[in-house]
């Protein structure tokens, strides 16, 4: 063990101390990322528009084709940029890193900083529809994991240090401590212990600091100082919840629709991006508010100078461009997006409402403040974020009440209507229910083929009963499976079912044979489907195992209610040991971990001799006295980074793969050796 070993391990032995530490380190570093990230933006305006921050009057003044082309330059710049150096820069970011909290216990790959920031950048600062907390987030989660992983923290205290991250990023971008700190919890980790939201706390106002010193300490937005008129208002308000939470599920359906529409045509990705930039331009030539993040026009709105025709048109704009820029690749977030659709659907029922009402109601302003919050809160399923966010933006207490009970109304109807938010939809789509906690998704990595048991019994369909009887006197299994000559399942035989026609119907035994006695009817999985369908299907079963079948119906083996919890709890143990021990072995090429006694846990080059050799074939356990935990294998899309494999039995070693492997310090030696 090296000094700087041992000095690390000495600090988290003073667990508080330690971890207010790190929380300041990350949020000195999410606070200046989110310096760095605004001016980065400024820049690319500077380039592709002449101003930074491009002005709508300025827009206004530039030719179409200038429109339309700085968006599609920006888009095929973007494009590749993505595509071949970090894909899950795409899109919005948020729900790649609930995702890392959820499956990888926030391990986040490194250079997602550099390529989201760049990315990003150049999406909102050319013209792309989107906003830039997403990207903050996503940038200071893995700021904040790859601070952690450089301290070898383990995977809770590194999950902390991604909300740390998170809450610096927004905190920063919005100057709004509070709402940074509440949106790390309340949407990235899920958990209000007071453990993790001590440091995210510090974290965030220490980012803000940061913010404030090179920023400015001015709210997000100036706005006028509204009140609420009369109560009769207030029914006003509760019905601009309800349409903000609709129009907020309106926004989400469109945004994975328009998704799916890109996807869906046969063309490389990264070429789509500057197509998606092109129309959004054409879009920007009648509406240029749709450009980048939009705070110009939301301004606008919260003053109340936009008529009723111009603030309905680009409430629906600004969901298509979203939808157009990050679907077809564009890299920025849907938090800017969805205050701008806010303020727009606010300021169109305020409108209406006032100009019916003028004598119980506030003015447009007033209603597009309250609909922010409303339509964020519906979007994100996150009001308490949603409500201290307006409040922090606009540093104006006097509509919090309409505020809640708009944000509460909203967040029901689009729960109601839709289990999913914005971003755990993203995630759904990906196979990954975060409602469902992080340890049930291993069994999605896991598939049928990996656990199933050629140790059943099988008969053909024309054995007499009586021959049947002695299989079952043989092999007490709890079912017989009948097959025809082929080895096509033909039915199951249910021992239970059995005893019935023993008993019921002996004088008839002479004349049954098997296929008579199965049911027919027979559910049988397929040696490709995962065990988390697997678990489902036993949930409606009362038997205690499944037959497994081939792609002609043959049968192959069977899956028992054992084979699940027992690869559930091994494939659990090998993940947690990996992501809260892994982050140690990061620091040098032959790094170890003392793991008690003579155990040790250490990475390696895989040795020639195991390239192109499955696990089960190298046997590592009964050959060397050690055990392989993961494989790091080049990332297939350049090679430069390593992605973690948990290997199964047959699973194969391609070369240069490192393995993880313990055992004791002397199998380990010979491993070195070869």
């Known amino acids: 063990m090296n000094l700087f070993e041992r000095l690390l391990s000495k600090a988290k032995t003073f667990e508080h101390a330690f971890m207010v530490s790190s929380a300041i380190a990350v949020g000195l570093g999410g606070g200046l990322a989110a310096v760095f990230f605004r001016w980065l933006i400024s820049g690319v305006q500077r380039l592709g528009w002449g101003q930074g921050p491009a002005s709508l009057d300025l827009l206004h003044s530039l030719p179409g084709w200038w429109i339309v082309l700085v968006p599609t330059l920006g888009g095929a710049v973007v494009g590749p940029i993505v595509y071949f150096l970090a894909r899950e820069a795409k899109g919005h970011g948020v729900p790649e890193v609930m995702e890392a909290v959820a499956l990888r216990a926030g391990v986040i790959r490194p250079r997602v900083v550099l390529v989201k920031s760049l990315a990003s950048a150049i999406s909102i600062g050319s013209g792309g529809s989107v906003g830039r907390e997403g990207p903050i987030v996503q940038i200071g989660s893995a700021l904040g994991s790859t601070i ?130 092109a129309i959004v331009g054409s879009i920007g030539i009648f509406y240029p508010q749709v450009f980048g993040v939009g705070y110009e026009a939301i301004e606008q709105a919260l ?136 340890d049930l998704n291993v069994l999605k990595a896991l598939h049928v083929r990996d656990v199933m048991s050629d140790k059943y019994v099988r008969v053909a369909d024309a054995e007499p009963f009586g021959e049947l009887v002695g299989e079952i006197a043989i092999h007490p299994h709890p079912c017989i499976y009948v097959v025809d000559k082929e080895e096509r399942l033909q039915g ?11 008993r019921d119907q002996e004088i008839f035994t002479e004349l049954l044979v098997a296929k008579d006695l199965a049911e027919e009817d027979v559910l049988a999985l397929h040696p490709n489907q995962n065990l988390d369908t697997v678990l489902r299907l036993f949930g409606g079963k009362s038997r205690e195992e499944l037959p497994v079948v081939d792609d002609d119906g043959k049968l192959v083996g069977i899956v028992t209610r054992r084979h699940l919890l027992d690869a559930y709890t091994g494939e659990l143990m090998k993940r947690e040991m990996v992501t809260s021990l892994g982050g140690s072995l990061t620091a040098t090429r032959h790094a170890e971990v003392h793991l008690g006694q003579d155990y040790r846990m250490v990475e390696i080059d895989a040795p020639g001799e195991f390239v192109g050799r499955s696990i089960r074939d190298l046997d590592v356990r009964a050959r060397y006295g050690a055990q392989i935990l993961a494989l790091h294998r080049p990332s297939p899309s350049d090679g430069a980074d390593k992605v973690t494999v948990i290997p199964e039995p047959e699973t194969v070693v391609q070369r240069g793969d490192r393995i993880v492997v313990v055992g004791r310090s002397g199998d380990l030696s010979h491993l070195r050796a070869l």
């Open 492 to 502: 199951v035989i249910v021992l239970s079912e059995l005893r019935k026609v023993i």
């Open 148 to 277: 952690g992983q450089l301290l070898r923290l383990s995977g809770a205290r590194l999950r902390t240090l991604v909300g740390c991250g998170a809450a610096a990023g927004i905190a920063a971008t919005f100057n709004a401590p509070i709402a940074g700190a509440i949106f790390a919890v309340e949407v990235i980790l899920g958990d209000f212990a007071i453990r993790q939201f001590s440091p995210i706390v510090i974290s965030s106002v220490i980012a803000t600091v940061m913010s404030r010193r090179f920023l400015g300490d001015v709210p997000a937005f100036t706005v006028p100082e509204y009140h609420m008129v009369s109560a009769w208002e207030l029914p006003v308000y509760l019905l601009l919840g309800l349409a903000a939470g609709l129009v907020a599920l309106g926004f989400v359906l469109a945004l994975y629709g328009l998704e799916d529409f890109f996807e869906a045509i046969p063309m490389k990705p990264w070429l789509l991006t500057p197509i998606g930039g």
């Open 303 to 438: 003053r109340g100078e936009l008529a009723l025709k111009v603030v309905a048109m680009l409430l629906i704009m600004k969901i298509l461009a979203t939808g157009i820029t990050i679907g077809s690749g564009g890299s920025g977030g849907i938090f800017a997006p969805s205050l701008f659709i806010g303020a727009m659907a606010g300021g169109t029922l305020g409108t209406v409402a006032h100009d019916l009402l003028p004598g119980v109601t506030a003015s447009a302003g007033a209603y597009a403040l309250v609909g922010m919050g409303a339509v964020v809160a519906g979007a994100t399923h996150a009001p308490i974020t949603a409500i201290l966010i307006i409040f922090e933006l606009t540093s104006d207490y006097k509509l919090i009440v309409p505020l809640m009970a708009a944000c509460i109304i909203s967040t029901l109807v689009t729960t109601q209507l839709k289990r999913e938010s914005i971003y755990t939809m993203k995630l759904l789509r990906r196979g990954v229910d975060v409602h469902r906690g992080r």
